[in-house]
Structures are given as structure tokens and as C-alpha cells.
Nanobody, 120 residues
């Protein structure tokens, strides 16, 4: 049974930093692309950052230069370092794993989410 467990959210003042972690149980982590998505109240969920199994990364324009996604395959963990936080970064942040099964079928799995609140 694969599970994703996020941690590290909280309350921070604008301009501050937070680091999120997402630990994966199960055997899929090393082959999975990992995303951090977020959903603010009244808004659709959006991609924040992604990292492939070979550690290629991509970012939403709104977080480029401020957020950094990384992964440690030995620890089955993906991280999101968030610097220069803004009130508009306030949202629930979700970790997501995407991988292909034995016959090429796509799978995805979400974590439970962690709240990030940035005060002005």
C-alpha cells in the first residue's frame, strides 16, 4: 500500500521561509514523478512544482526563483523549500506521485495536504 505523508506546513510572516516534506511508503518512489500542488480557498488546485525520477524540475511562474523542489530517493522523500513567501502563497499544499504501472497504465496518488498560511 503506497502512502504519501506531508509535513512542514504552518504560519509564517510574509518574506519568511518554510520547508515542506513528503514521505512516500511503498516501492514506487524511485520511478515516480513527484509534484507539489496547492489549492487556495475558492480557487482551483494548481501545480506549484514538479520533479521527475531523474530530477528534472519545473515550476509555476508564480514561484520561480522563490521555491525549490528536490528529492532524496534513498529516503523516499520529496521536499519543497519555500522562500520569500507572499500572502498569495497561502493554500493547502498537496504532494502527488505519478507513475506508470507494469503495463504502462498511469497511476497517481495524493497526500492528505498540509496548510501553509502567510500573514502580511
Amino acid at each position: 500500500q503506497v502512502q504519501l505523508v506531508e509535513s512542514g506546513g504552518g504560519l509564517v510572516q510574509a518574506g519568511g521561509s518554510l520547508s515542506l516534506s513528503c514521505a512516500a511508503s511503498g516501492s514506487i518512489f524511485s520511478i515516480a514523478a513527484m509534484h507539489w500542488d496547492r489549492q487556495a480557498p475558492g480557487k482551483q488546485r494548481e501545480l506549484v512544482a514538479g520533479i521527475t525520477s531523474s530530477s528534472s524540475t519545473n515550476y509555476a511562474d508564480s514561484v520561480k526563483g522563490r521555491f525549490t523542489i528536490s528529492r532524496d530517493n534513498a529516503k523516499n522523500t520529496v521536499y519543497l523549500q519555500m522562500n520569500s513567501l507572499k500572502p498569495e502563497d497561502t493554500a493547502i499544499y498537496y504532494c502527488k506521485a505519478l507513475w506508470l504501472g507494469a503495463y504502462g497504465s498511469p497511476y497517481e496518488l495524493w497526500g492528505q495536504g498540509t496548510q501553509v498560511t502567510v500573514s502580511s
